[in-house]
């Protein structure tokens, strides 16, 4: 790799790690479209671009994950007996949907993952505003149907692993509607992102290992020297970002990163050819 592209993998780690840790996000909205761009620069085939992408984005997820993870324990935000209850069905969930996604041609993918991150940017105007009244929310995982938990818990795992995520914007959601506090929301995620994106990981090394793109250092659809670079900034800034949860103003901190995962995705699919009237 030149030395410009290790300082944007560098700065794209710092601030993926940033969001995770502070938004209860895996990071996965900018890496996705930011690595697309990125690897079609050093002329990935356009049908195994958004591929490569997905499994490089979660592998990174994984070292971040476990950085807001331990943030998060240390400061008590994790309900632990609900990790256990939903870590089973995130992981079947996350690795079986790896192999649906590698089926998928990437233009499909990048659609998909566009109008999931409309989602997730709606979802966060909408919680933003709400987020002063969560916080009074009290914390009742016993009364939550174990059924229902399983079933939400392959929910999560599988659409996470189609776009990459680590479940904090499916997640954290379900867990305030189950009158979880949000904090304790945002840390229960982080803890669930780590096995969710382990899972996601070893999935996309399997299901691309006879599709491995020709980049050096690229095992399935994962690409281990931007996993690397990208890792080291982003374990260090997600508890950087847990950290400042109780004193940043994050309802308008996700209104401006709702705001760019749009203009992001909107960007991916430019790069990819879906939006021939843009120009950005």
Known sequence: MNIDLILTFLALGTFVGFAAGLLGIGGGGVLVP?????????????????????????????????????????????VWPLVKLMVLGVVLGTFTATFIAAM?????????????????????????????????????????????LMLASIGI???????SIGGGSITVPYLTWRNIDIKKAIGTSAAIGFPLSMAGSFGYLLSGWSHTPSIPYTYGFINLPAVLVISITSFFAAPLGANLTQKLPVATLKKIFALLLTLLSLKMLWNLQLLPCCNF
């Open 104 to 148: 998928i041609s990437s233009k499909a993918l990048a659609i998909f993952f566009a109008c999931f991150m409309g989602y997730v940017a709606i979802q966060m105007l909408h919680h933003a505003k709400k987020s002063k009244h969560q916080n009074n929310q009290s914390s009742t995982h016993q009364n939550i149907n174990r059924v229902e």
């Open 34 to 78: 930011m690595l697309t761009a990125i690897f079609l620069s050093q002329n990935i085939p356009v049908d195994q671009v958004v591929h490569l992408a997905l499994g490089t984005s979660m592998a990174c997820i994984m070292v971040t994950s476990l950085s807001s993870l331990r943030a998060h324990h240390a400061n008590g935000a994790v």
């Open 157 to 163: 795992g599988s659409i996470s692993a189609i776009v």
